[in-house]
């Protein structure tokens, strides 16, 4: 497993893949601010072990792939409900997923996103639903902001840019990660802070996550769009999730025709790995439902 890059229209993305290319292509698409490494490779040799190549990458304004050359919106202004100028929107974001698609030479993939991932992830099957085998939204909302807005302590969270020193963004991140995180699952702190460590130190980006979240601001509800969906999805959610509360995942499945909401007790916004096989399991399902025939 290498990392490489590919040009993708005017960006360019850093991925990896994982597992057999031969199997059915299984896109990972990760959420604001973060970076492909935040896909456990422990988790995608399990998932590739379940049948999957396995490919995760960095969006545009994370990690090594692209940074968008525009200002940084007020996203001050944008979360309290004022319009808002966004450089790009989750549909570009999109584009660029299905544009890495193209450069791998994959017609079809089944596509898992988590939080903003999730946004994406439903964008290409919105605009795309012929490439998406299934779908697989985790952690994520519709963008109607009366089932997807955050509890008052996290807006603090969205709100504090992150700091610029490496000691401290490793004790802000490990800090947030306490506040969304699960609140039924041991804290692996030592290896919380070498993830910290390791996103720093990658690609430190604060201006990225800033444009990527007047991104989703912006974009405006999916909920009309998913309602005319015919592709095989899974909505997983924590149903002690602080950060897009558990409402929004239930909305989610509830737009989507056919729809399994796999609810989950006692995770928060973060994927814990004693979840892993409940969720390699709830993905594997899925897309099983793709190859069924009809």
Known sequence: MTEERVNVGAVELAYESIGDPADPALLLVMG??????HWDLELCE??????FHVIRFDNRDA??????????????????????????????MADDSFGLLDKLGIERAHVVGVSMGGMIAQTMAIR??????????????TGDRRVGTPKLRMWSVLMRRAPHERDAYIEYFVRVFRMIGSP??????????????ATYDRCHHPAGTARQLAAILASGSRTAALRGLDVPTVVIHGKDDPLVPFRAGVATAR???????????????????????????????????????V
Request: hydrophobic content about 45%; overall charge neutral.
């Open 32 to 37: 604001l601010g973060m970076q492909l490494i």
């Open 46 to 51: 399990g998932l590739a072990e379940r049948g």
């Open 63 to 92: 990690g090594l792939s692209t940074k968008i050359d525009a200002p940084v919106p007020n996203v001050t202004r944008a979360m309290a409900g004022f319009p808002v100028h966004a450089p790009y929107l989750l549909v570009d």
């Open 128 to 141: 795309r639903p012929d490439r998406v085998l299934s779908l697989g939204s985790m952690l994520s909302t």
């Open 184 to 197: 039924s699952y041991p804290v692996d702190e030592p290896r919380l802070r070498e993830q910290a460590a």
């Open 255 to 293: 737009a989507i025709p056919g729809a399994e909401l796999v609810a989950l007790p006692g995770m928060g916004h973060n994927l814990p790995r004693e979840l892993w096989p409940r969720l390699t399991d709830a993905l594997t399902k899925n897309a099983e439902r793709a190859a069924a025939p």
